[in-house]
């Protein structure tokens, strides 16, 4: 039988791995708007405890999982001034175009 945190406990132990390594991060996040990101971001905000408010300085949610790309949301991440980027997402699930034999 295996043995997998709840996502909120993986997202405090994240949290506690920042705070351990960079104390002074600005952190960017880039959660998908849904119950797993809502779960990460919330351990992870409890972990960050009152540090959370300062040390992320901006936080985006991907509406759509199946979007090609998340390059504009990545350029407004690096924009907001973050050195540590958190992603909360499902890699894109790759599918074989009609033109394709499979």
């Known amino acids: 039988m295996s043995w997998t945190p709840h996502y909120a406990s993986e997202g405090e132990i994240y949290a506690k791995y920042i705070l351990s390594v960079k104390p002074g991060a600005k952190i960017g996040i880039l959660s998908q708007n849904d119950d797993l990101g809502r779960d990460y971001l919330l351990g992870f ?6 540090k959370a408010s300062t040390m992320i300085v901006s936080s985006l949610n991907l509406q759509n999982t199946s979007d090609p790309t998340i390059d504009s949301q990545v ?3 690096k924009a907001s001034g973050a050195d540590v980027f958190f992603i909360v997402t499902v ?6 175009s009609h ?3 499979l």
């Open 45 to 50: 905000k409890r972990a960050l405890g009152d």
């Open 75 to 77: 350029v407004s991440l």
């Open 91 to 96: 890699p894109k699930i790759l599918r074989p």
């Open 99 to 101: 033109s394709q034999s």
